[in-house]
């Protein structure tokens, strides 16, 4: 097999180690990799299907090789397992004895020979016996746990909180790869006419059913197309695209985002204020602030205005009641981006969610202050976790007496999602994020 080939297997266990060990964001380690190594052409495809595939199923994976280890090996040992057998069992294209060699020669590389035969003996059983059959396993959170490599607390979690059957919906749909989504800014141009040119540079797109400014990338990363480059589209998903639509904006408003970066929201609600009124947009850190401020440059927007501030302590920088909307996407666990973060699954625990709950709380109490009367305050999360969405949003209106719950506007699609002026959104429905909005009014007091 050539070096470009055994480069992808190579820089797949750099990545896979490095996620493991310190548990590093894969995406921005993938990015970095691609780069450095120079991988090109259909291997970046390759490489990404190795890396994301063989994190999304690795219970699965491992409960596979179980049978055929019987002694305690090294982790890069187990990782290069992992990813030669993720490709003996899902990906049709490759025969299996080029995946055995390349395991084999990576192994002699990176170790001795006695663990090149141990490697070659492991992965030539597999492919002699099969894998063992999940149908074993009697115990159905178990079960689910490991045909869909999602840890045992949280399957336990959502089987309580959602039903077994939704959370098997769930989990399956976390193992498959998100459709590529941008959204269209609607200032400078219209969804047709990006479709139109896009399908030109030869990309196959189509419109999102589920907004007015959404497409869907068929075939083709947008992100390295013209029509982004000229500050046409923004790469955004779906349900993320839900949020702007819910906030009811009118020309002319001053508007708050509470934890904006990269932006993707900041952006949207700024383009649908026409160029009119402002979006002040706050995040903790100026790095991340520099995206904002990128992103906004890029789509030729002027009405954005950034500051590095801690949304927990807002109420020192503005004034009460100074903004017509306020929007608090807030810190959460992600639970709700599995298929695009699937690293996201082992390093979260319990212990995050009940203190990400008390943070949220922080935030929107501080918000809330700065609501005008008659105003809207919108909370949403990336996450399908019910003590910090339902949770949240019920202590909220708890201790904020001042707030109702307001109708949200959003699209035929979406509505029968809805209930109670909240909608949860789960990856299974439409293929989006897993995403939670609620939206609270102010009372105006002068009315009543």
């Known amino acids: 097999m050539g070096n470009k080939k055994m480069n992808v297997r190579e820089s797949a266990l750099e990545i896979l180690e490095a996620v493991e060990k310190n548990q590093a964001y894969s995406n921005l380690l993938l990015n970095h990799v691609i780069e450095r190594n120079h991988i090109k052409g259909p291997d970046i495809g390759l490489l990404t299907e190795i890396t994301y595939g063989t994190l999304q199923r690795k219970f699965t ?32 294209k490759i025969p299996d004895r080029a995946i055995i060699f390349e395991a084999v020669e990576i192994a002699k590389k990176r170790g001795h020979r006695g663990i090149a035969g141990m490697v070659n003996g492991v992965l030539r059983a597999i492919q002699r016996n099969g894998v063992p059959s999940l149908d074993e396993i009697n115990d159905p959170i178990e079960r689910i746990a490991i045909e869909t490599s999602h840890p045992e607390w949280m399957v336990r979690r959502w089987s309580e909180q959602f039903g077994i059957k939704k959370t098997k919906e769930m989990c399956e749909a976390n193992l498959n790869a998100p459709t590529q989504t941008a959204r269209v800014n609607t200032m400078v141009t219209t969804r047709e006419m990006v479709i139109d040119k896009l399908e030109n540079e030869g990309y196959e797109v189509t419109p999102s059913p589920i907004t007015p400014e959404g497409i869907r990338s068929l075939k083709g990363n947008l ?13 955004q998903d779906e349900s993320s695209m839900l949020v702007a639509n819910a906030m009811n904006i009118k020309n002319d408003q001053i508007i708050l985002d509470c934890c904006a970066a990269p932006g993707g929201k900041t952006t949207h609600i700024a383009e649908k204020l026409n160029g009119t009124g402002k979006v002040v947009a706050l995040d903790l850190h100026q790095h991340k602030i520099k995206l904002i401020d990128d992103n906004a440059k890029r789509l030729g927007l002027n009405n954005i205005e950034t500051k590095v501030l801690d949304s927990r302590k807002v109420t020192e920088h503005f004034p009460k009641n100074s903004f017509d909307r306020v929007l608090v996407d807030a810190p959460c666990s992600g639970l709700g981006v599995l298929r695009k973060k699937p690293d996201i699954k082992y390093s979260k625990s319990l212990e995050d969610i009940t203190s990400l709950q008390s943070i949220q709380q922080a935030i929107l109490q501080q918000a809330a202050q700065l609501v005008k009367p008659g105003g809207l ?22 201790t904020s007496p001042e707030f109702e719950t307001s109708p949200l506007q959003l699209t035929e699609t979406i509505n029968p999602f809805v209930e109670e002026n909240k909608v949860q959104i789960f990856p299974q429905d439409f293929g989006g994020d897993g995403f939670f909005i609620a939206c609270f009014k102010k009372r105006d007091t002068d009315k009543n």
């Open 61 to 92: 994976l491992d409960y596979y090789l179980k049978p055929f280890i019987n002694k305690k090996i090294e982790k890069w040992v187990q990782i290069l397992l992992r990813l030669s057998l993720y490709q003996m069992v899902y990906l049709d």
């Open 223 to 235: 992100a390295h197309s013209k029509a982004f480059a000229e500050g046409l589209i923004t790469v």
């Open 377 to 398: 305050l919108i909370y949403s999360t990336c996450t399908v976790d019910k003590i910090e969405n339902e949770g949240t949003v019920n202590q909220f209106l708890l």
